[in-house]
């Protein structure tokens, strides 16, 4: 992505109005908010991650189970109650 921001010097304008100018253009052009976006973007999780993640979940959700029925843990942290 390339964007171009130009601005001439009018008459007798002072360097100081030029870059207030400049500065107004680029804030308008959201150059900024784009690139900021960008710095603190993640990244998605890709489709092997997720199906990872799930079977971990699965895993663990009859791990509980069968020590729930062994009598190992009790009910206390079921998310039911």
């Known amino acids: ?46 489709d092997l991650k997720k199906k990872i993640s799930t079977l971990k979940g699965i895993i663990k959700a009859r791990e509980i189970e069968r020590l729930k029925k062994l009598g190992k843990i009790s009910d206390v942290f079921s998310k039911k109650s």
């Open 1 to 46: 992505m390339t964007t171009t921001i130009e601005v001439t010097k009018t008459g007798d304008e002072s360097n100081a109005n030029l870059l207030r100018r400049f500065s107004r253009h680029v804030r308008g052009s959201k150059i900024i908010r784009l690139v900021k976006d960008r710095e603190y973007s993640t990244r998605k999780k890709s």
